[in-house]
């Protein structure tokens, strides 16, 4: 083999495994971390200080910076290769507009959606109180803020829906490219599967927002 061709090969290959973990590190532990996140915002159900409990507080300062790695990291190497698809794949929906290459393409622009839904909200919700105030961000302020402060309500539900289905639909394809689903049949389910979590992430996220409105009256 050439000098050229083993670089091309090397250079496919290590391509090709960088984009398995950063598929993989999508689901675990950045997908799973999310949906358990959107369950334990449905707290904002039960009272603030059930809420603050769940979301925003640590049993130990160690914890707190373990988690903080566990998805921070993993998020930062699935966006870094995320920005790397999206400059050099390419939607073909106008010449083949099938719902296959529409979802490809929806999947791309929910991705560039997170992108902005989650540097605003680790940045305001994570970063901005602890710097402030020392602490996580209170119940009574992000309550008060989905009531009365429009763009905030706008931001949330448009970047939750954009995560839902970014989310979703990741999980769908990540279960082809991994040869989970393949034959016809198994294709039919993984869209009902896709649409079936989309739904539950969905109603999660928008009830959680629903319950800090009516919490901000
Ligand atoms: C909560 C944060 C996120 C989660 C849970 C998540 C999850 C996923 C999952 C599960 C997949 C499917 C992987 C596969 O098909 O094997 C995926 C694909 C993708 N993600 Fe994310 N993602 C997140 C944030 C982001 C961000 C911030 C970007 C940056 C632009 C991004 C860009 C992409 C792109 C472009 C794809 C499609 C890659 C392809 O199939 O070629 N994601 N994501």
């Known amino acids: 083999m050439s000098n050229a061709a083993e670089s091309a090969t090397a250079t496919t290959s290590s391509s090709f495994l960088r984009g398995r973990v950063a598929s993989l590190l999508a689901i675990a532990p950045l997908g799973v971390w999310t949906c358990n996140h959107l369950w334990n915002n449905l707290s904002a159900f039960q009272s603030a200080d059930a809420w603050e409990k769940s979301v925003t507080e640590y049993a130990h300062p160690l914890a707190q910076m ?12 699935h966006t870094v290769w995320g920005m790397g698809r999206l400059f050099t794949s390419r939607s073909n929906v106008s010449s083949y507009p099938m719902w296959e290459n529409v979802k490809y393409l929806v999947q791309r622009l929910s991705a560039i959606g997170v992108l902005f839904f989650l540097g605003a909200h680790i940045f305001k919700a994570m970063i901005e109180p602890r710097l402030k105030t020392g602490h996580g961000e209170r119940f009574v302020d992000i309550a008060w803020h989905m009531r009365h402060h429009p763009p905030t309500l706008v931001v949330y539900i448009l970047g939750t829906l954009a995560v839902a289905y970014h989310l979703a639909n990741g999980i769908a394809t990540f279960a082809m490219s991994w040869g989970l689903v393949a034959s ?4 039919r389910k993984s869209e009902w599967l896709n649409w079936t979590a989309f739904a539950i992430l969905l109603a999660m996220s928008w009830g959680s927002i629903y319950a800090m409105w009516v919490a901000g009256a």
């Open 66 to 77: 373990f988690t903080g790695i566990l998805v921070l990291v993993p998020l930062m190497l």
């Open 184 to 187: 016809k049949a198994s294709l």
